[in-house]
Nanobody, 121 residues
């Protein structure tokens, strides 16, 4: 079992930056690919980014490519999502997830509770 806890969300103006963190406990963190997803009000949850277990492979949704960066520190059991040049349409609850498989084809087995990101115009 893996427990995931997100942090770092908040309110930011358009054009600003935030860094989300997701800390894992339980089974070996470094054996899992880690992804970020988001869900805006009234919309389905959508993929944002994923990173391989070793950090060598990443994949992004087109909507965030060039603005967001996913990274991980296996010594700290933590995955990060650096979000720059934020737009109001990035407003959502952001979730991290852990899973198995080759990036980007990961099957996610564990999910966090989410952290709210609100971008004002």
């Amino acid at each position: 079992q893996v427990q995931l806890v997100e942090s770092g969300g908040g309110l930011v103006q358009a054009g600003g930056s935030l860094r989300l963190s997701c800390t894992a406990s339980g089974r070996t963190f470094s054996s899992y690919a880690m992804g970020w997803f988001r869900q805006a009000p009234g919309k389905e949850r959508e993929f944002v980014a994923v990173i391989s277990w070793g950090g060598g492979r990443t994949y992004y949704a087109d909507s965030v490519k060039g603005r967001f960066t996913i990274s991980r520190d296996n010594a700290k059991n933590t995955v990060y999502l650096q979000m720059n040049s934020l737009k109001p349409e990035d407003t959502a609850v952001y979730y991290c997830a852990a899973g198995a498989g080759s990036v980007p084809l990961v099957r996610y087995d564990y999910w966090g509770q989410g952290t709210q990101v609100t971008v004002s115009s």
